[in-house]
């Protein structure tokens, strides 16, 4: 089916089909989301007043390898964005390449920093490539879904926020060029905060804004910007994001209201982000580095309208009822709730050391200085991306070993398997203790999260990166296991023959056990107190990082990850494990610091 024109921005209204058209957008992120809940979550932004569904595309799970791209089951983006057509929702898409989202090097793909010369987010011809190469595949698949093929694609968002980045004056017209080339015809739009704004514009691009506290002055340098243009909000922020060792940001209902009435009085048209947060699952974390390295959590429950789990919050019902009143129709009834279920505590019955689980690892990776997690030359030749990495070498002596801050972004430091210290970007000494005889140091490096904004985002190679000391001398003849905890090393590490019931595990070690589920399966809630540090998988599926610092006390599993009967609960730990594993029907998100009550800096 062909239509007219699309979305059009030629005054101050937007039109579409040329009839006048407000956006009033919500941001869902399918690869938040799992797939068996898509169409609970978009049923639920359709009946809370908005017409329009946003999404990021994670280029770093699109294309995981260079060259081998996953566009099927939760990567099924066509499937998606046809599913917000049958439930009349129009949508923005957001296809980066760069996309930020608080995902793992803003959903950029590791492999890019194989190359040492990589310079993100520019013309430079490495990054040119690559981006073509990706778009080649992506582009196609959603062209034949914009709005004049009789989709419901109305508008493309040409980057994300690059007037913040500002690295080359040509690359936003290189990807303007790039979505065109390749089909791409419905409007298009930037997007940037108000300090942005004079750096991220390209010529025939809608410039967008993004804020949270109403700012008259932003917008009206927005409209200002570009006379007899329709205003839009590209990114209303709901809420925030939280990180590692920080509280659990919210923010008030009531002060999110009143900035979306006085912007919709305006005329001006919105997009909630987020409507509905979801959650990093497994290692796709971002990370934050404007002066100090914070890893973000999981949970990226965002206090948004919908929780991390799908529930109705008080932000939902407000806001359902503010946008009644700009609605010309009754709106839907509401979707029903899911029902969430605390499971009764798990024993954990058995466990087996990180030594022995590195017969799990590809073949190790030997040389004279240590290699960074990206550029290890593995079976498959595309590095490791995410995880863990273990390197070990002989020492003779012990003294002072020094990281040089070349730790990428914490090690666990063993000698002769036994755990000595930390090292991270804070501390990047500790002692040896001396002896005279050859031992073995380990250095169990954790990729924390690649930052996902700002000018440190070319800086995210991850492992050891450079020398290590002992007593200033730089230490050689590494040899490096990779323990990426990927589907297939999880499925190997379930087959060894070490897995022990013994009391006295050996630290750090995967602990197993099994849940058993009565009748259907409901979503809960994993809380593990007692434990310290580690990762949770959840029959294959990595759930994503434990760690007592908080403020994320739970885990978030859906449901339609669970089977009636048995179930494998897998936790890697770090230090210290308590024996069983709680559920609840209920998330715990620890201390809690109001956002509008502090200043947009303090947040980052």
Not at 12 to 28: A, K, M, Q, Y
Not at 385 to 401: D, H, W
């Amino acid at each position: 089916m062909t239509r007219g024109e699309g979305l059009r921005a030629d005054s101050i209204h937007f039109t579409l089909d040329g009839s006048p058209f407000r956006i009033l957008g919500g941001s869902v992120h399918y690869f938040r989301v799992p797939r068996s809940y898509w169409k609970d979550r978009l049923l639920k932004l359709k009946a809370c007043g908005l017409n329009t569904l946003t999404t990021y595309v994670p280029w770093n799970l699109h294309e995981p390898e260079k060259g081998v791209y996953y566009f099927h089951d939760q990567l099924d983006l066509e499937a998606y964005i046809r599913l917000a057509a049958e439930l009349d929702l129009w949508v923005i898409l957001r296809p980066g390449p760069y996309i930020c989202a608080e995902w793992d090097l803003g959903g950029l793909p590791s492999w890019l920093l194989r190359d040492k010369n990589m310079k993100l987010r520019t013309t430079y011809s490495g990054f040119t490539a690559a981006v073509n190469s990706y778009f080649d595949k992506l582009i196609p698949r959603v062209a034949a879904l914009q709005f004049k093929r009789g989709g419901p694609i109305i508008a493309v968002q040409i980057e994300n926020e690059y007037g913040s980045y500002a690295k080359d004056e040509q690359y936003l017209l290189f990807v303007k060029e790039a979505l065109m080339s390749r089909g791409i015809t419905e409007l298009l739009l930037t997007c940037d905060n108000r300090e942005g704004l004079n750096c991220g514009g390209v010529e025939g691009v809608l410039q967008t804004i993004n804020l949270q506290k109403f700012s008259y002055g932003a917008v009206q340098y927005l409209a200002d910007l570009q006379p007899q243009k329709p205003l839009l909000v590209m990114e209303y922020w709901s809420g925030w994001f939280d990180v590692w060792g920080g509280p659990h940001h919210v923010f008030s209902a009531d002060d999110m209201i009143a900035v979306l009435k006085e912007l919709l009085e305006r005329g001006v048209s919105i997009n909630l982000y987020m409507f509905h947060g979801g959650t990093s699952f497994g290692f796709m974390n971002g990370a934050v580095d404007l002066g100090s390295y914070r890893p973000q959590t999981n949970s990226y429950d965002y206090d948004a309208p919908l929780s991390e789990s799908g529930d109705y919050t008080t932000k939902y019902h407000l806001l359902r009822n503010l946008l009644k009143c700009f609605q010309n129709e009754e709106l839907p009834q509401l979707p029903s709730v899911q029902s969430t279920h605390a499971y009764e505590p798990m024993v954990i019955s058995e466990h087996v050391s990180l030594w022995e689980s590195r017969e799990c690892t590809e073949k190790p990776f030997r040389s004279d200085d240590p290699v960074n997690m990206e550029n290890l030359l593995l079976n498959h030749n595309s590095g490791q991306s995410y995880g863990y990495t273990l390197y070990e070498t002989t020492i003779y002596r012990g003294g002072a070993l020094n990281s040089r801050n070349h730790v990428r972004d914490r090690a666990l430091v063993f000698v002769d398997k036994r755990f000595i210290g930390v090292l991270d970007y804070r501390k990047q000494e500790i002692a040896v203790p001396h002896s005279e005889r050859e031992r073995v140091l380990g250095l169990l490096v954790e990729n924390c999260g690649r930052v996902n904004y700002g000018p440190a985002l070319n800086e995210q190679r991850k492992g050891l990166i450079g020398d290590i000391t002992l007593n200033h001398t730089p230490l050689k003849k590494f040899t490096m296991y990779s323990l990426d905890m990927t589907p297939s090393f999880i499925n190997s590490l379930r087959s060894l023959k070490w897995w022990s019931t013994c009391k006295t595990p050996l630290y750090p070690a995967f602990f197993r056990g099994r849940l058993i589920v009565d009748g259907q399966p409901r979503d809960t809630f994993i809380k593990l107190p007692g434990w310290h540090k580690g990762v949770v998988f959840v029959n294959g599926q990595n759930l994503g990082r434990h760690w007592y610092v908080g403020p994320q006390k739970t885990l978030y599993l859906p449901g339609p990850w669970l089977k009636t009967g048995d179930n494998e609960v897998i936790v890697f730990e770090e230090h210290r494990a308590e024996g069983k594993i709680h559920f609840t029907d209920n998330p715990l998100h620890g201390k809690i610091s109001d956002v509008s009550r502090q200043p947009f800096c303090s947040l980052l």
